[in-house]
């Protein structure tokens, strides 16, 4: 994943969660606001309640390659901030693979199969 498709600005993060719409369950929390961009954007969030920095930096690992396995089915000219909660931390890679298409399908993001 290149630099251009991260938010990595706080004023990018706030105009997300202001004027973007949020979907969650369990683990995850996503919120996506469409933009005129060619390609999608990310942004990820994992507070130190989740756990230590190992597992901080590994819940994001999996949030990186599971969007870099969904990304010709995403909507393209998206942003999306995904937020990760506390239960997110006891979940594998394919756990998480799968909790994170729920929503994405939820956020109507990704086409139901």
Request: net charge positive.
């Amino acid at each position: 994943m290149n630099k251009s498709q991260r938010i990595k600005k706080n004023k990018e993060f706030q105009t997300v969660f202001k004027k973007g719409k949020s979907f969650a369950n369990r683990q995850f929390i996503v919120y996506v606001l469409k933009s005129d961009q060619p390609e999608f954007r990310i942004g990820l969030s994992v507070s130190k309640k989740v756990g230590n920095a190992v597992t901080r930096n590994r819940i994001k690992r999996y949030i990186r390659q599971i969007f870099l396995e969904l990304g010709q089915d995403l909507l393209p000219n998206a942003d999306y901030v995904i937020i990760a909660r506390q239960q997110a931390a006891n979940l594998d890679f394919h756990e998480s693979k799968k909790s994170l298409e729920h929503v994405l399908k939820i956020a109507r993001a990704l086409p139901k199969k």
